[in-house]
């Protein structure tokens, strides 16, 4: 029997001491975790943003406008810029070696271009609100020189013997721009593999005949998306009438989007043909109910059916009656169920102009327009409101000045002095619609356009997918 006070074996001391240290293991791998993990709680009290965050507003240091190829008689560029006291000069031409343009608030400076497409770019002072248009004048035709944007719809487009048109893009960088051309037809999309990932090179113009590329007798409406670089799109649409020799043609403006409500304003006078186009991109069905704009009111026509136009396709409906029936006709409103793109296109006289959708103007804007006959035609004033126009003459001449007082439900017109070129509007307490109608050899629609003025610049954070 052993001795309780002797010391135990050497070999049960051991194993006691490697127990004791397994467990102290055992704790610190649990304990420490824990700790650390709390220590981040009290650290870290939120999730770091994980949502988009919308472009940031930024003053505008450099800017671009596209004129697009000249119509005959029509290569004179005519600039301004909108913005008061400023003054410069600006490139003006195409390729890498452009002229210098001196350019003045509250006048119009002109350039004699060659006959292809103008690049127009302005910067310091004279970027935010840069004004150019080129207009040919027997018959009278309009040429926005606009800034280019990557998405725009042209609604009415022809790619048949009757009825043409040829779209233009023009890439004002040096590095190659791709595009991407939907067309959608009376049945619905049409395949069209000849206008997916159109190459633009730098500083060049691409001219695509939509008759040759997707030959149809239906109306067309396209889509035109740039999915790399910059470029300015437009259309030259025209109509030639078989076995008479006659024909016309004039630029088809874009409509940024489709749209639930378009206010289609500009009449060409006289006898002819008003047709109305509209186009369906969504996958749904819209229904679209048509209203007639005068100067007292805005009604729908009797006996004028609601429209039905399938997903994904166009629908053509004559107004001509409508129109003819009605005193003081301005223009047209078009609501719908779903989003839709809009063309009132008017044949009057030999002569094809085009009315589109109007975009809402709610600060001061400036356009260029030819001289001879025209006026100034609004409407879509959302409430009671102000309008303060001004006309000017190509040397800043103050030729008239106009206030007039806008209500819903109703439209107004301005004549302006045959002399005017430049046209300032500045609405007060409400948004406008509007277009300027030139009418002399023929007519053409200047419409209203809330000016570029600023730049945005994409937020970026860490974390942002």
Same mark, same amino acid.
């Given at each position: 029997?052993?001795?309780?006070?002797?010391?135990?074996?050497?070999?049960?001391?051991?194993?006691?001491?490697?127990?004791?240290?397994?467990?102290?293991?055992?704790?610190?791998?649990?304990?420490?975790?824990?700790?650390?993990?709390?220590?981040?709680?009290?650290?870290?009290?939120?999730?770091?943003?994980?949502?988009?965050?919308?472009?940031?507003?930024?003053?505008?240091?450099?800017?671009?406008?596209?004129?697009?190829?000249?119509?005959?008689?029509? =290569?004179?560029?005519? $600039? *301004? &810029?909108? +913005?008061? %006291?400023?003054?410069?000069?600006?490139?003006? @031409?195409? /390729? #890498?070696?452009?002229?210098?343009?001196?350019? =003045?608030?509250?006048? $119009? *400076? &002109?350039? +004699?271009? %060659?006959?292809?497409?103008?690049?127009?770019? @302005?910067? /310091? #002072?004279?970027?935010?609100?840069?004004?150019?248009?080129?207009?040919?004048?027997?018959?009278?035709?309009? %040429?926005?020189?606009?800034?280019?944007?990557?998405?725009?719809?042209?609604?009415?487009?022809?790619?048949?013997?009757?009825?043409?048109?040829?779209?233009?893009?023009?890439?004002?960088?040096?590095?190659?721009?791709?595009?991407?051309?939907?067309?959608?037809?009376?049945?619905?999309?049409?395949?069209?593999?000849?206008?997916?990932?159109?190459?633009?090179?730098?500083?060049?113009?691409?001219?695509?005949?939509?008759?040759?590329?997707?030959?149809?007798?239906?109306?067309?409406?396209?889509?035109?998306?740039?999915?790399?670089?910059?470029?300015?799109?437009?259309?030259?649409?025209?109509?030639?009438?078989?076995?008479?020799?006659?024909?016309?043609?004039?630029?088809?403006?874009?409509?940024?989007?489709?749209?639930?409500?378009?206010?289609?304003?500009?009449?060409?006078?006289?006898?002819?043909?008003?047709?109305?186009?509209?186009?369906?991109?969504?996958?749904?069905?819209?229904?679209?109910?048509?209203?007639?704009?005068?100067?007292?009111?805005?009604?729908?026509?009797?006996?004028?059916?609601?429209?039905?136009?399938?997903?994904?396709?166009?629908?053509?409906?004559?107004?001509?009656?409508?129109?003819?029936?009605?005193?003081?006709?301005?223009?047209?409103?078009?609501?719908?169920?779903?989003?839709?793109?809009?063309?009132?296109?008017?044949?009057?006289?030999?002569?094809?102009?085009?009315?589109?959708?109007?975009?809402?103007?709610?600060?001061?804007?400036?356009?260029?327009?030819?001289?001879?006959?025209?006026?100034?035609?609004?409407?879509?004033?959302?409430?009671?409101?102000?309008?303060?126009?001004?006309?000017?003459?190509?040397?800043?001449?103050?030729?008239?000045?106009?206030?007039?007082?806008?209500?819903?439900?109703?439209?107004?017109?301005?004549?302006?002095?045959?002399?005017?070129?430049?046209?300032?509007?500045?609405?007060?307490?409400?948004?406008?619609?509007?277009?300027?109608?030139?009418?002399?050899?023929?007519?053409?629609?200047?419409?209203?356009?809330?000016?570029?003025?600023?730049?945005?610049?994409?937020?970026?954070?860490?974390?942002?997918?």
């Amino acid at each position: 029997m052993s001795d309780p006070g002797t010391p135990s074996a050497p070999g049960r001391r051991t194993a006691r001491g490697r127990r004791f240290a397994v467990n102290l293991t055992t704790v610190l791998a649990v304990v420490v975790p824990v700790l650390t993990a709390g220590a981040v709680l009290l650290v870290r009290t939120q999730d770091p943003a994980t949502s988009r965050h919308d472009p940031v507003p930024a003053a505008l240091t450099s800017s671009v406008l596209v004129c697009p190829t000249a119509q005959e008689g029509g =290569r004179t560029v005519s $600039v *301004t &810029t909108a +913005d008061k %006291g400023a003054s410069g000069e600006v490139s003006i @031409g195409a /390729g #890498d070696s452009p002229d210098r343009l001196p350019v =003045r608030a509250g006048r $119009v *400076t &002109t350039y +004699d271009s %060659g006959p292809g497409a103008v690049f127009v770019r @302005g910067s /310091g #002072d004279l970027a935010p609100g840069l004004v150019a248009s080129r207009f040919a004048t027997s018959p009278v035709s309009a %040429g926005e020189c606009a800034t280019p944007v990557p998405d725009q719809w042209f609604t009415g487009v022809g790619a048949g013997a009757h009825h043409h048109s040829v779209l233009e893009l023009t890439n004002p960088d040096k590095g190659r721009a791709i595009v991407d051309v939907t067309v959608f037809g009376r049945p619905g999309p049409i395949d069209a593999p000849r206008l997916r990932g159109l190459s633009v090179a730098g500083q060049e113009t691409l001219r695509v005949d939509l008759a040759a590329a997707v030959p149809r007798r239906d109306e067309l409406a396209i889509r035109v998306t740039s999915t790399r670089g910059r470029v300015g799109a437009s259309v030259l649409d025209g109509f030639d009438e078989l076995g008479s020799g006659s024909s016309a043609t004039d630029q088809l403006l874009p409509q940024p989007a489709p749209s639930t409500s378009n206010v289609l304003l500009g009449l060409a006078g006289g006898a002819g043909r008003q047709t109305l186009v509209l186009a369906n991109g969504g996958v749904d069905e819209a229904r679209a109910t048509v209203r007639v704009v005068t100067g007292d009111s805005v009604f729908a026509p009797q006996g004028f059916a609601e429209i039905r136009i399938a997903p994904e396709s166009v629908t053509r409906v004559s107004v001509t009656r409508v129109l003819r029936d009605t005193t003081g006709a301005l223009g047209l409103v078009v609501d719908a169920t779903g989003p839709v793109t809009a063309t009132l296109r008017s044949f009057v006289g030999g002569d094809l102009s085009h009315a589109v959708a109007g975009t809402p103007v709610s600060s001061p804007t400036t356009v260029v327009v030819p001289a001879g006959r025209k006026q100034l035609v609004l409407s879509g004033a959302q409430q009671l409101g102000v309008v303060s126009v001004v006309a000017k003459g190509p040397d800043g001449e103050k030729l008239a000045a106009t206030r007039l007082e806008l209500n819903p439900g109703r439209g107004a017109t301005v004549t302006l002095p045959r002399r005017a070129v430049l046209v300032t509007v500045t609405p007060e307490r409400t948004a406008v619609i509007g277009a300027v109608l030139v009418q002399g050899v023929g007519a053409t629609v200047v419409p209203l356009r809330e000016l570029v003025r600023s730049d945005l610049i994409p937020d970026i954070r860490p974390g942002t997918p």
